[in-house]
């Protein structure tokens, strides 16, 4: 089992800065592609970032690229996700999760452990 806690959601106006922290216990996350994933209002979750085992490779939706970064610290069992030019169209509860697959998955079916996520606020 691993359990997963996100934190460092929040409120932010257009055109700033949020860092989330997913920290991870019960096993290392080594062993796990990790990725983050959001639910806005009234829409179905989708995939936002992964980052394989080692964290070279690096995955991003479309809509966050060159905005967004991941990367993790299998040391501290923790995953970043560092997101700048944040737009009210990031308004979403954030959610870190560990990958089941021997790859790197980029839909949630693909993924085993889920955090209980962190809100995300981007006003206009």
């Known amino acids: 089992q691993v359990q997963l806690v996100e934190s460092g959601g929040g409120l932010v106006q257009a055109g700033g800065s949020l860092r989330l922290t997913c920290a991870a216990s019960?096993?290392?996350?080594?062993?796990?592609?990790m990725g983050w994933f959001r639910r806005a209002p009234g829409k179905e979750r989708e995939f936002v970032s992964a980052?394989?085992?080692?964290?070279?490779?690096?995955y991003y939706a479309d809509s966050v690229k060159d905005r967004f970064t991941i990367s993790r610290d299998n040391a501290k069992n923790t995953v970043y996700l560092q997101m700048n030019s944040l737009k009210p169209e990031d308004t979403a509860v954030y959610y870190c999760?560990?990958?089941?697959?021997?790859?790197?998955?980029?839909?949630?079916?693909?993924?085993?452990?889920w955090g209980s996520g962190t809100q995300v606020v981007v006003s206009s």
């Open positions: 980052v394989s085992r080692s964290g070279v490779r690096t």
């Open positions: 019960g096993r290392t996350i080594s062993n796990y592609a």
């Open positions: 999760a560990a990958d089941r697959t021997s790859g790197v998955g980029l839909g949630p079916l693909e993924y085993e452990y």
